[in-house]
């Protein structure tokens, strides 16, 4: 959710507005959750100190606390935030699952997020999810080949179709990080953990989306992946907080204080 608030307006909680064109209704944000999270935790810090604390904060000190929960180390966040009045469908410009690395990066580039920011940012897919009809292209149709992605690995490309049937109506979940079990934590998958085996994966070609492959792939990223990805893994996924930060800053109101 946060990257999902922050990459349009900045931190500003606009995504949580409601209305028939408010930015949950862009396509992008349909995949979203957690806004109940948020609204339980906001009702119990207004009833103990009412006015203080942004919707925005709550959102980027949420996600700091999801990430510890899953694993991925404890780091400081910045508040202060105001929330915005402001949520358009159409101002909401996310890089797609099928996006170039080249046109993603130009993307964060523009909003002042560095090519290796970027790819820790979407490492942020070790815990992500997406549903089939984002894949269905890349298993059965890709380029209009009729024909799989040729990137995917054979094995992967499999299990994700009797997952996603072609002709199925039902839109099934599909996690991003294909690493089965953690062999840190004996039977946790590690699709419910804040770690590099996401880079693992795609490195060996079993990158769900067409963007997360790629990066994998191309020469702009390459690099940060396999550093990632070869990284001996202590307690928590190196380098993964400063981007967060970086991410939070975008166009935010003035902050105060660390948390």
Known sequence: ??????????????????????????????????????????????????????????????????????????????TGRRDGSVSLAKNVNLPGPSISVENSAAIFNSKGISTEDMVHLLGGHTVGVTHCSFIKNCLYNFNNTGSTDPTM???LAVSLKLKCPQ???IDNRVDLDQGGSSLAIVGEP???????????QIVIRRGVLRIDQALALNKLTNDTVNKVAFHQMTTSLPSFSMPWLSLERLKSSLVLKER
Not at 2 to 7: G, K, N, R, Y
Not at 38 to 58: M, Q, W, Y
């Open 1 to 78: 959710m946060q990257f999902h608030d922050c990459f349009v307006n900045g931190c500003d909680a606009s995504i949580l507005l409601d209305g028939s064109s408010s930015e949950k209704t862009a396509i992008p944000n349909r995949s979203v959750r957690g806004y109940d999270v948020i609204d339980l935790v906001k009702a119990a810090i207004e009833k103990n100190c009412p006015g203080v604390v942004s919707c925005a904060d709550v959102i980027v000190m949420a996600t700091r606390d999801a990430v510890a929960a899953s694993k991925g180390g404890w780091y400081s966040v910045q």
């Open 153 to 155: 690995q054979t094995e």
């Open 167 to 169: 002709a199925s109506t």
């Open 190 to 200: 590690t699709s419910e953990i804040v770690d590099n085996s996401f880079y693992k």
